[in-house]
């Protein structure tokens, strides 16, 4: 029997308690850096299938380290388990989760044949926060040959690049007074926010296509017949590329900035989480992984042939600094990510395809890296 006629009888032994794991995250949500069950019940099933676990780790209350393979060059599989507010896994997150242990299972009983370590990296708070820079700062992927992951998306895509993405929160400080009685008493911090989002919308005149903002109000007043003296709101920017990044958000911070002069209020303009850069795909990784996919009947087309579909994550902060892949698994859905419907669909029949294709193709390519010996080509350039 080849390794990976054996990683696959080894993921199929699983496959239904993925699924069904799957379905209790769905059912489950926890959001970025809250997700106690959900790691919880990762880090269980991965010791229970004879993984050495470390947790919680680094740091981190929702974090995890599961290791096995004694010796050799270490691959990390990244495991992602947060949900969105109100949306649940509108970003498909039990498939990401599911697969990555799906992956490391199959492999683990073939880690000291290969001469390789494997580890199942739980990360927290993907969706705004960044928990995988914590995880970097931390040490976590200090001796990490590889990195890798999949995704699930309304299409297959090999080699997502994803968009470098910052996000701030901006305050304005105004002074209340009665709304009717006398308006000329209050400095109107709500005007503000309006102004800021005007001047930004003018803004998006002159900027690139690739480029984007979008913000929510988190606190918009009090009531209605006070004027407002606080507002509050969340924006992110984001680009093409980090150079282009660095561009776009002194040009964003100047429309927030002249609404508060314009006003008379006063701005604070703070950043949140970790800011997110670029995938770099490994290419040595991405052949072998297409050709595992294809294998497994599922061919993935490239970023070049569909256009860049936008989006941000943390893993491409991953990619800068140990080789990593991160393809995305179509499901089938009318919907896309962050949208209710895309989270109902995970749980589908196409759901639990993406989870199979996504494990065994991360398995075999990890089972090739070790076999073709690859490590010494691999590169974060």
């Known amino acids: 029997m080849s390794s990976k006629q054996s990683a696959e009888q080894s ?72 949900a969105l ?26 880690a000291d044949e290969l001469g390789i370590r494997v580890t199942v990296l739980g990360t927290p708070a993907e969706e705004g926060a960044g928990g995988k820079v914590d995880l970097i700062d931390a040490g976590a992927l200090e ?18 690049s994803f968009q470098a993405r910052s996000s701030f929160t901006v305050e304005y ?76 958000i002194p040009k964003v911070h100047a429309c927030f900035e002249a609404a508060a002069k314009a006003t008379g209020c006063r701005v604070e303009i703070n950043p949140i989480g970790h800011s997110y ?9 991405t052949a072998l992984f297409q050709a595992n996919s294809t294998a497994l009947g599922r061919p993935l087309p490239l970023e070049s042939d569909l256009g860049a579909s936008g989006g941000s994550s943390d893993m491409g902060n991953v990619s800068q600094v140990v080789p990593s892949i991160h393809p995305m698994m179509a499901i089938e859905t009318d919907a896309v990510n962050h949208q209710k419907e895309f989270a109902a669909d995970t749980i589908a029949e196409s759901g639990d395809k993406a989870i199979r294709d996504g494990a065994l193709a991360m398995a075999h390519t990890i089972i090739d890296m070790a076999e073709q010996s690859v490590w010494d080509n691999l590169s974060v350039e």
Not at 143 to 160: E, G, K, N, T
Not at 207 to 235: E, F, M, Q
Not at 277 to 285: C, L
């Open 173 to 248: 400080f105004g002074k209340e007074s009665h709304a009717a009685f006398a308006p000329q008493m209050g400095i109107n911090a709500l005007d503000a926010f309006v102004q800021a989002y005007m001047n930004v919308a003018t803004l998006r005149q002159q900027i690139l296509p690739t480029d984007r903002v979008h913000c929510i109000i988190d606190h918009g007043g009090d009531a209605n017949n006070i004027i407002p003296a606080y507002t509050k709101s969340t924006w992110g920017i984001r680009s093409a590329d980090g150079e282009r990044l660095e561009e776009l």
């Open 277 to 285: 850069v670029n995938m770099i795909n490994n290419p040595v990784m």
């Open 85 to 110: 507010p109100e949306v649940g896994h509108a970003c498909g997150h039990n498939i990401i989760a599911t697969a990555a242990l799906g992956a490391g299972v199959a492999v683990a009983g073939l």
């Open 11 to 82: 993921f199929n032994a699983i496959e239904e308690e993925l699924r069904e794991i799957s379905r209790w995250m769905y059912e489950n949500p926890e959001i970025q850096y809250q997700e106690f069950e959900s790691s919880a019940r990762l880090a269980s099933f991965l010791a229970d299938n004879g993984f050495d676990v470390q947790f919680p780790a680094y740091g981190l209350e929702t974090a995890f380290e599961a290791n096995v393979g004694t010796v050799g060059p270490r691959v990390v599989i990244c495991c992602e388990y947060d």
């Open 143 to 160: 001796d990490a040959a590889a990195s890798m992951m999949i995704h699930p998306s309304p299409r297959d895509q090999l080699d997502p």
